[in-house]
């Protein structure tokens, strides 16, 4: 695939993995990519998997058609993206690797006995590095999603290369929708690093950048203005679409019926969006990504070694350490003896920002009572204000 004149994508498309970064279900797969900029002088941006060094190095030999890259930019050194750093190096020992000081310390420790000497182009923020016609920018990206991450902007096509950033879960080969799959991303992996994406959308807002080449997903081409708008409401925190998630976990079925009957009220009433999430059997990344995207969440579990359910501190937790703020959240627990589910869950948003509490919340005792019925009726009616 040709970006532009002198740009071709030379990625790979995995389908092999069972957990991305060891813990995301990816049904649709997941792309490395990297790409080859042809110009006087032939620069290669990031390598892939390693899983896939035989088939990227075919790629990128086809592109080169003979000719020697003269430049490697390392823009990150996850090894989905750097594991192919040596292996490059060894086809193409001629080659000058363009990388940050924080970056070539990350390669020393992943590729230890490498031997870069006079191999190496410290850059620092905001140097430039002329290929012909074609001058590329280093933008720093500290966080986005680790230390020594950098962007790099070609003003000659006006290109933003944007490593993790715009990237999204699935395979270039499967169509589907991309707010779905870049928010599931998002928030799991970069969620934490919000001011540190908005300083980077800082950055590219003095940009002229008509296309986005991230390290994973597709090369975004048109309507940029809407995956930056994605990108700012995701790193500001701030709800994305009206509605209300319920997240719980049962065990007998009694704190799913108030759950799912909660649902129903808000239906009725009207609620323009209702989801409704067993932590225990739905993916978590999911549930995390759902509670990041509505304004509203109700955590429903029972009372478990008074503590709440398992799944339900890891829930909260996957919310925290994201930095989870400025939403509405309502209590629903149950317990057959000694309800502290509610106490323990609330507890757990100690440290989080701008949260404000639901006025009614439910403590069933063990089944729903005629009680437990109205007062979900008030918590959905307060839900709905
Ligand atoms: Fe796709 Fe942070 O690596």
Redesign the pocket.
């Known amino acids: 695939m040709k970006i532009g004149n002198d740009i071709y994508y030379v990625g790979v498309n995995d389908h092999q993995v069972d957990l991305f970064e060891g813990q995301y279900v990816v049904p649709n797969g997941m792309s490395y990519n990297s790409y080859v900029i042809k110009d006087e002088k032939i620069a290669v941006m990031d390598t892939v998997d390693a899983n896939f060094t035989e088939e990227w190095l075919g790629k990128v030999a086809e592109v080169l058609d003979g000719a020697k890259p003269d430049y490697l930019v390392v823009q ?1 050194m ?1 090894p ?2 750097a594991a192919n750093i040596e292996n490059f190096m060894k086809a193409y020992p001629d080659t000058t690797v363009v990388a940050n000081t924080k970056t070539f310390t990350m390669m020393e420790n992943f590729f230890r006995g490498m031997d870069l000497e006079g191999k190496k182009h410290i850059v620092a923020n905001g140097d430039t590095l002329t290929l012909g016609k074609h001058v590329l920018t280093f933008v720093f990206a500290p966080m986005v ?2 230390p020594e991450v950098m962007v790099t902007y070609d003003s000659t096509d006006k290109v933003l290369f944007s490593a ?1 950033g715009f ?1 999204k879960f699935g395979a270039l080969d499967v169509e589907e929708d991309w707010d779905c799959e870049a928010r599931r991303y998002y928030i799991g ?1 970069v969620g934490k690093y919000g001011p540190q994406v908005q300083k980077l959308l800082k950055a590219a807002a003095t940009l002229d950048i008509q296309t986005i080449c991230p ?2 997903g597709p090369v975004l081409t048109e309507n940029l203005g809407h995956y930056l708008e994605k990108y700012d409401i995701w790193s500001s925190y701030k709800v994305e679409s009206e509605g209300v998630m319920i997240a719980y976990t049962s065990v007998y079925g009694h704190t799913k019926k108030a759950a799912e009957l909660l649902a129903q009220k808000l239906e009725e009433k009207g609620c323009p969006k209702v989801v409704v999430c067993d932590l225990a059997r739905e993916d978590m990344a999911e549930a995390v990504e759902d509670a990041f995207r509505y304004g509203k969440l109700v955590l429903a579990s029972i009372t478990y070694n008074g503590e709440a359910f398992p799944f339900m501190r890891t829930f909260i937790e996957n919310l925290t350490e994201r930095n989870y703020q400025n939403r509405t959240i309502g209590l629903i627990e149950n317990g057959s003896w000694a309800p502290t589910a509610a106490k323990v869950m609330k507890g757990m948003f100690e440290k989080s920002k701008n949260i404000t509490w639901l006025e009614n919340n439910i403590k069933i005792m063990s089944s729903l009572s005629d009680e437990n019925v109205a007062e979900i009726d008030a918590m959905a009616e307060e839900l709905c204000k």
């Open positions: 990150h996850e989905d993206h999603h680790w993790d990237g992996i390290l994973h």
